[in-house]
Every structure is written in structure tokens, then in C-alpha cells.
């Protein structure tokens, strides 16, 4: 082993050390409180905006760090590159945490996610044409417009047992559990060796097999595999910088498993129009009601809505644009595919999946 490499897997170590206080969605999520709060609110006839509580994290000291690790890694190493690369994603991570509930939110956040008026790879189209392309498409077959709610037919025991039964048979090397979250907001999440489940929610066979294909198979799968790298020790933490292709990949695995449906594509969809709203001064409570003239219940309006103002004001002008990375993403993966195909690559995009799938 080279001295610049022995040098740069030192770097490596101090940089998972120094990350491990950055969680980012956790730091900019919602107390389920808010959502109790707002519905009763609303249903009185008295809308008030929700003002979350965030807990303040002091990152100087991890900031620092991380400044340190990025001035002592060589750009012109492959390693060091690479050090440099991901340490500037975690530093803007590190930075939106120290100003969670301020609008400055909204412009780390644009660093790490773009925003939904950004162009789409090889093309003069933007996230926000694709959304309305997609949103087109989806009224088209449903006649009203709307995203219907179809009867639901799991609930989230059952989803869980479902889910934990799916994975159980493929992870035969780890063990990746279902949990249900009564706190959880969004209507799942997953990492490495977990899965959580929004409690008192009801499912589909279509949520299953989505769920499936991009928590399961993309999120926990690529977790549990950088956790393998027997050098590389950072790889075993997902950097900001590579969520977009993260959840292009995962969204883009439910397009060509055949998991994903319309209804999902929408909600998708409406997301990047709604960021875009609120970026424009839109607050929660316009937003909120455009997710329920979209046809969305009041409870999915309200999960929808605070998923665009995570970690920012309510008021209108600033914005989580997360969501934003789902489209673009997919569509970044698909342009990969395509391109790689037609250059005669196949091999760049071949993924080698068996049972417990680490490579």
C-alpha cells in the first residue's frame, strides 16, 4: 500500500467518525403532533401554520472536521478526489442541520438537491416539465384528474409481516427488519439493516412491491454492501451527494419491475409542482390545499405538504426540495441506461443481484 493511500484511508476513517452526528431527514423532521394539531385546526374552520420544533445541533465542531479532512486530501489522488468530493456534500449537510428553521435551509438544500426548475440531463426540459408531463399522463387515465384512493386491503401489521417475510428469504447473510413507527410522518423509511412502517396506515399489494424495490432492494441492499467494504470505511454511510442517483435508482428499479403505478408517478409528480410553489412564496397552507384539489386526503395532503417545508419556515419562499430527486433522478438513470446501451456498454450498467445481493 502506497504512502498517499495509507495517508487517504486515514482520512477516510476520520471522515465516517466525524459524520456519524449528521442525520440529516432526521434533523429536519416533524413531531406527528404537528399533523394532529393542523387537521384540527383546519377542520375548525381556523388553518393556522404549523410551527414545527426543531432541535438545534451545534455543528461547528464537526464542520471544522470536516474542513480539516478536505484540506489535507489531494484532488489529484483518485482517493483524495473522491475524499474531497463526498467531505463537501457532508459539509452542506452539516450546514443546513446548523440552520434548520431558518429559510438558509432552503439554499443548502438546493446545493445538495437542485431545484425543480433545473434542466434534465441531455435535454432543454426542466423537473418541472417532466412533472407536468407525468401528471398529464395521469389524469389522462384517470377521467376526474384526481388521485383516487383505492380500497386498501393491508394493514400495517400485515404489510409488515409481508415485508419481513419477503425479506427474510432474500437477506439470508443480514438481517434487515420491519418495524411500524408511530412517529413516522412519511409512509416508510428504511436503512441498512431496518424498515419502518407508518402505523395506523393501510396498504396496498402496489405499496408492497414498491416498498420491496426501492427500500428493500436499493436502499437497505446498497447500504448493507458499502458496510462491506473492507477499506473504504465511509462507503458504509450514504453521502448527500449521492442521494439523487440513490433515488433515481430506487425509483427507477419500480419502473422496470413494473411495481411502479400512476398514482405513485403523480404524487411524485406534484411534489416537484408544490417545491416550486413554495420556492415562489406559497405557503404550507396553499400547498396543503393544492395536494387536496390534486385529490389527496387531508392526512396524505398534510404528509405531502410537510415533506416540501421540512426544516424551513412555513411561511412561503424557501423550501426542502428533496422530492425533487426522484424524477430526476429516475430520468439521470434511464439517460445512463440508454446511453450505455447505445455505445455498446452494456457491461457499465449490468448488477449482479442474487440472493443477499452484496458484491
Not at 495517508?7 to 476520520?14: N, P
Not at 427474510?168 to 434487515?176: E, I, L, Q, T, Y
Not at 439521470?332 to 455498446?344: E, N
Request: some cysteine; overall charge negative.
Amino acid at each position: 500500500m502506497t504512502p498517499s493511500l495509507q495517508h487517504h484511508l486515514a482520512l477516510d476513517a476520520r471522515l465516517l467518525d466525524a459524520v456519524q452526528r449528521i442525520r440529516l431527514l432526521s434533523a429536519v423532521s416533524w413531531p406527528m403532533a404537528t399533523q394532529a394539531a393542523f387537521l384540527q385546526n383546519w377542520r375548525a374552520g381556523q388553518p393556522r401554520l404549523p410551527a414545527p420544533d426543531y432541535l438545534r445541533r451545534d455543528m461547528r465542531e464537526v464542520i471544522q472536521t470536516l474542513q480539516a479532512i478536505h484540506a489535507q486530501a489531494d484532488p489529484a489522488c483518485p482517493m483524495g478526489e473522491y475524499l474531497c468530493r463526498t467531505t463537501d456534500s457532508w459539509l452542506v449537510a452539516a450546514e443546513l442541520i446548523q440552520s434548520v428553521g431558518d429559510a438558509e435551509v432552503s439554499l443548502h438544500s438546493q446545493r445538495l438537491f437542485g431545484r425543480p426548475g433545473d434542466r434534465l440531463p441531455g435535454s432543454a426540459l426542466t423537473n418541472v416539465d417532466a412533472a407536468r408531463h407525468f401528471i398529464a399522463i395521469a389524469d389522462s387515465v384517470d377521467g376526474e384528474g384526481a388521485i383516487s384512493e383505492p380500497d386498501y386491503v393491508l394493514s400495517a401489521e400485515v404489510m409488515r409481516d409481508e415485508l419481513q417475510s419477503a425479506l427474510d428469504a432474500f437477506f439470508v447473510g443480514h438481517r434487515v427488519t420491519v418495524e411500524i413507527d408511530p412517529d413516522l410522518i412519511a409512509k416508510a423509511a428504511a436503512g441498512p439493516t431496518r424498515i419502518r412502517l407508518r402505523a395506523d396506515t393501510a396498504f396496498t399489494e402496489y405499496d408492497l412491491r414498491q416498498l420491496l424495490e426501492h427500500e428493500a432492494f436499493v436502499h437497505s441492499l446498497t447500504g448493507l454492501n458499502g458496510r462491506e467494504q473492507p477499506h473504504v470505511r465511509s462507503l458504509s454511510r450514504t453521502a448527500p451527494r449521492v442521494i439523487a442517483t440513490q433515488e433515481g435508482l430506487a425509483t427507477f428499479a419500480e419502473l422496470i419491475t413494473g411495481a411502479i403505478d400512476l398514482p405513485r408517478l403523480k404524487r411524485l409528480s406534484l411534489r416537484i409542482i408544490a417545491i416550486e410553489m413554495a420556492l415562489n412564496g406559497a405557503d404550507f397552507i396553499d400547498v396543503f390545499r393544492y395536494f387536496l384539489e390534486q385529490g389527496q386526503s387531508e392526512t396524505e395532503s398534510f404528509s405531502s405538504a410537510q415533506r416540501v417545508f421540512r426544516g424551513c419556515p412555513t411561511s412561503g419562499g424557501a423550501a426542502f426540495t428533496k422530492d425533487a430527486v426522484y424524477l430526476h433522478g429516475m430520468l439521470s438513470v434511464h439517460t445512463f441506461f440508454r446511453w450505455a446501451l447505445k455505445h455498446r456498454r452494456p457491461r457499465l450498467t449490468s448488477v449482479v443481484r442474487g440472493q443477499d445481493g452484496l458484491a
